[in-house]
């Protein structure tokens, strides 16, 4: 990883472009993984997957390795989104959205940068069109998706 290079940078350009279009929907709806978090999350993936692809010495590292224990690691952050509060689990849209950025800088991180741009807004497709789906199906509004409700990942 040089700094020097084009590649270097297409790979920051990337990670805040596809972090910021993901974090850009999450903060205009007041939810826990803004623009910031986001764009750090896709950054720090990209460079932990780019760290273990960098040659070491005589050898490779083992980038499948890395790429686990990133996975561990995001796990833990997306745990800390999930709460209980009044007896109704808050927060697993968050934590899935926290996954799926880790994966985009994952992706990133191997120098897939189209498909990475690709996921991030099929992510804002899914988390807008199933927000508006749930407020014209009135099936969809049920249990925790029901107004009133209290759920802090309801995206009407």
């Known amino acids: 990883m040089d700094v020097s290079t084009i590649d270097f940078w297409i790979m920051i350009a990337t990670s805040l472009l596809c972090g910021g279009v993901v974090g850009f929907e999450r903060q205009l709806r007041g939810k ?38 990133v996975v561990t690691g995001i796990g833990f952050l997306g745990a800390g989104v999930i709460l209980t509060r009044k007896g109704a689990i808050v927060g697993v849209t968050s934590a899935a959205v926290i996954w799926m950025l880790a994966a985009i800088g994952a992706i990133i991180g191997f120098e897939h940068y189209l498909e990475a741009i690709a996921l991030s807004f099929v992510t804002v497709v899914v988390l807008i069109g199933i927000g508006l789906l749930e407020g014209k199906y009135e099936m969809l509004r049920k249990g925790v998706f029901a107004p009133g409700t209290n759920n802090s990942d309801n995206e009407k």
């Open 32 to 69: 826990p993984a803004g623009v910031r978090t986001s764009i750090l999350m896709c950054l720090g993936t990209s460079l932990f997957i780019s760290l273990g692809k960098a040659e070491t010495g005589e050898t490779y590292s083992d980038t499948t390795r890395v790429l686990g224990q």
